[in-house]
């Protein structure tokens, strides 16, 4: 059996406790980078990872709250980024003075704009793109049931970190190597971007919203908007581990008639009743959300192609208004009509 590798992770939320978890459970040497009040409850308690099968436990997580403690403890093979997307400038300034000495950083982010942001402090060969599949539910500070294992997915990093496939394997996350990262960051983003805003929103389930013929057709144009930004930059759909996103596409592509039914039982019915990321952000007030890394994207990089995005444009504006309070709530609470209205005005 070869070597353990070493990691560094950023953050024990949700992602960062169940890739760190798992490598550590099953023999890797991680450390973990944390704040200083969240560090002491995960030292204290543990992690855990539920799986359907098993449990995966680690007693004794090895925390730190300074990069330079972390980068004294020796030299890591690879680091793992999985913070939200609204951290990413914060942290990645932080590390600026330490640039030299960062190893290559896995970034298992939301979007597809974070790995420039992290190449133009750390060095463009710094950056690995990665992308998380598997559906994971936090459950407390270093505690994390897996919902639905599918899979990760890591740009080719021949030459930089050796192993790392086979590492993640090991600890049974299913990983799979991808040649065009673009072609996979862009293909999980329009896994991201279904019933994710909306529901946030009007304060709907993804079911409800895929079950709602206006709503429906509403989603449906703003992820045709995310699939024509994707051709006028060469960009392929692939799939994804445990995803089929071409078949995704193509149904998004198809006529309403024949979509809706089979969408709204594998997107809608697939989360069940589970609100999206978008939704637990704005309603537990954070005052922030990864909206803008998502849509927003679609309409920058529509913007620099020549591709309309008014659908994601009022998707990204209401939902960062309603994030930052500039917004009530109740605008379009449980109100379609009214929220199908004012984005076919604004388009």
């Known amino acids: 059996m070869s070597s353990p ?35 002491e409850t995960v030292r204290q308690n543990g992690l855990r990872i539920q799986r359907k099968d098993i449990e995966l436990r680690v007693a004794s997580p090895e925390l730190v709250t300074n990069i330079q403690d972390a980068l004294d403890r020796g030299r890591f093979d690879a680091a793992i980024l999985a913070v939200k997307s609204f951290d990413t400038a914060a942290l990645i300034d932080g ?5 030299e000495a960062i190893p290559p950083v896995v970034c298992f982010q939301n979007g597809v704009e974070n790995e420039d942001l992290i190449a133009s402090v750390l060095g463009e060969k710094t ?39 086979d590492a993640l394997n090991r600890a049974g996350l299913r990983a799979k190597s991808y040649s065009d990262s673009a072609a996979m960051k862009w293909s999980k983003m329009i896994t ?21 013929p206006e709503l429906f057709r509403l989603e449906m144009r703003m992820l045709r908007e995310a699939l024509a930004v994707m051709r006028a930059q060469g960009i ?5 581990p445990g995803t089929p996103v071409k078949a995704l596409a193509a149904l998004i592509q198809a006529p309403a008639a024949l979509s809706q039914p089979l969408l709204r039982r ?30 927003g ?35 379009y609470a449980h109100r379609p009509d009214a929220f199908i209205r004012d984005a076919l005005t604004e388009s």
């Open 127 to 165: 950056v690995i793109a990665g992308t998380v599949t598997t559906a994971i539910g936090r459950r407390g500070l270093g505690e994390v049931v897996v919902e639905k294992l599918r899979g990760v997915g890591v740009a080719d990093t021949a030459g930089r970190v050796p192993g790392l496939v």
């Open 297 to 331: 994207a679609v309409v920058r990089f529509g913007e620099n192609f020549g591709v309309a995005t008014p659908v994601n444009r009022f998707y990204n504006d209401t939902l960062t208004a309603l994030s930052e309070g500039r917004m009530p709530l109740e605008r």
């Open 236 to 240: 392929l759909v692939v799939d994804l």
């Open 5 to 39: 590798m070493r990691f560094l992770v950023f953050g024990c939320g949700a992602i960062g406790t169940y890739l760190g978890g798992s490598l550590a459970a099953t023999g890797q040497q991680v450390v973990f980078l944390e704040r200083p009040g969240v560090a």
């Open 192 to 212: 991201n971007l279904q019933a994710n805003a909306s529901s946030a929103v009007l304060d709907m389930t993804p079911g409800e919203i895929f079950a709602h």
């Open 95 to 99: 590390l600026r003075p330490y640039a």
């Open 266 to 295: 594998a997107l809608g019915g697939g989360r069940g009743g589970k609100m999206p990321s978008f939704h637990i952000d704005l309603h537990q007030g954070r005052g922030r959300s990864e909206v803008d890394f998502l849509n």
